[in-house]
């Protein structure tokens, strides 16, 4: 199962809706794929939403395991793994942008919020799997991010990345990767047009 932007935005709908019909209004913050999905074209689609709703933790799993049981979906469609992942900035202001509100504004069930672009970066990068770079799509959206946040050099990935996790947090592969990947930048910028 894959997510496009349309399936992404029909399921917050529907769980706007249910949400509201319950007389209350969940906020949900979305990162990965699925913000990624939402905020660029770039992105077709998404494997699942991850996604921070601790406040309102058991009210969304009710309402996203009736929604996943209405369409065949995996339970886990709308899942919390991404924790593990989250810099200690993530509560500043400004870290986080409301995307949309679910049905709608007037009767906002659901708020959903994606993180700034550089913070989507740094947390991409952290997690990076690792595989084979050229068929990695954690390597094709931090390339696409760091063409949107205007990123050059690997120095200045590193220090993004390091504005957001400490040192100890980041495993030697971020550094490889993103070597790999910034030598890629400078070979298509070397190119004549």
């Known amino acids: 199962m894959e997510f496009d932007r349309a399936t992404l935005l029909a399921?917050?709908?529907?769980?706007?809706?249910a949400a509201w019909a319950e007389g209350t209004t969940i906020e949900i913050a979305v990162y990965g794929g699925s913000a990624l999905t939402l905020i660029f074209d770039w992105r077709a689609a998404t494997?699942?939403?991850d996604g921070v709703f601790e406040g309102d933790r058991e009210i969304v799993r009710r309402l996203a395991g009736r929604i996943a049981e209405a369409h065949g979906w995996p339970a886990d469609w709308l899942n919390d793994g991404v924790k593990g992942f989250l810099s200690a900035r993530d509560n500043?202001?400004?870290m986080k942008l409301l995307s949309g509100e679910f049905p709608s504004a007037d009767e906002p069930g659901l708020r959903v919020f994606v993180p700034r672009q550089e913070y989507l970066f740094a947390m991409k990068c952290r997690a990076m799997r690792l595989?084979?770079?050229?068929?990695?799509?954690?390597i094709e959206d931090i390339r696409r991010l760091a063409d949107e946040i205007g990123l050059r050099s690997v120095e200045d990935a590193v220090a993004l990345v390091g504005s957001f996790y400490p040192r100890s947090q980041l495993q030697p592969k971020v550094q490889f990767g993103l070597e790999e990947i910034f030598s890629g930048v400078a070979e298509d910028e070397s190119k004549p047009a």
């Open 47 to 49: 494997k699942d939403v």
């Open 131 to 138: 595989g084979g770079v050229d068929e990695n799509r954690d």
């Open 92 to 94: 500043e202001v400004g």
């Open 11 to 17: 399921a917050f709908g529907e769980l706007g809706r």
